[in-house]
T-cell receptor
Framework: AQSVTQLDSHVSVSEGTPVLLRCNYS??????LFWYVQHPNKGLQLLLK??????LVKGINGFEAEFKKSETSFHLTKPSAHMSDAAEYFC???????????FGAGTILRVKS | DAGVIQSPRHEVTEMGQEVTLRCKPI?????LFWYRQTMMRGLELLIY????????DSGMPEDRFSAKMPNASFSTLKIQPSEPRDSAVYFC??????????FGPGTRLLVL
């Protein structure tokens, strides 16, 4: 069965420093993977998605993620954190059949000034 | 496009009352999903529809919950009777095929 594991429940960085949010996936096939962001009291917004094209995926707000099959990882990165990046981030995989999503537990990103 | 529209945005009700949450998916999307989000359980898929037909309702907690999609532009999630443990944020999302799911702003439900 497909699943995702977000390795950190909380990440804290200083403004201007790099962001790394880790996600490992489990899948018997080449998966489609997503990162969503949820700001406080808001809905979920798509950051980026991987669908077996380029392994380095660029998303909105300067975020990107690299699909590494050998490591079964899809980590989210950003070179320089901004205060507005403080939010909860979800790594998501779509099931092999149908269009049901499986969400990771989420990582709360805190950005310190 | 206005995106996925949910109403009401906030609902406060008393235990035992009926609650109806509404969702209008993005025009042209043929799949609609209802999720519940709580601190304890995170995001849970309750039910989803393809072409107005319920495909998977295994996430619906119990018989007090029901969902309908009478047409391609409208869905409801009903809780009757409501209980305090139903307090959560309920999200609706829509998509077409295996593309990106677009989420609504959510309905924040508080059952006293």
């Amino acid at each position: 069965a497909q699943s995702v594991t977000q390795l950190d429940s909380h990440v804290s960085v200083s403004e201007g420093t790099p962001v790394l949010l880790r996600c490992n996936y489990s899948s018997s096939y080449s998966p489609s993977l997503f990162w969503y962001v949820q700001h406080p009291n808001k809905g979920l917004q798509l950051l980026l998605k991987y669908t077996s094209a380029a392994t380095l995926v660029k998303g909105i707000n300067g975020f990107e993620a690299e699909f590494k099959k050998s490591e079964t990882s899809f980590h989210l990165t950003k070179p320089s954190a901004h205060m507005s990046d403080a939010a909860e981030y979800f790594c998501v995989v779509i099931l092999e059949y149908g269009n049901k999503l499986v969400f990771g537990a989420g990582t709360i990103l805190r950005v310190k000034s | 496009d206005a995106g996925v529209i949910q109403s009401p945005r906030h609902e406060v009700t008393e235990m035992g009352q009926e609650v109806t949450l509404r969702c209008k998916p993005i025009s042209g999307h043929n799949s609609l999903f209802w999720y519940r989000q709580t601190m304890m359980r995170g995001l849970e898929l309750l039910i989803y529809f393809n072409n107005n037909v319920p495909i998977d309702d295994s996430g619906m907690p119990e018989d007090r919950f029901s969902a309908k999609m009478p047409n391609a532009s409208f869905s409801t999630l009903k809780i009757q009777p409501s209980e305090p443990r139903d307090s959560a944020v309920y999200f609706c999302a829509s998509t077409t095929g295996r593309e990106t799911q677009y989420f609504g702003p959510g309905t924040r439900l508080l059952v006293l």
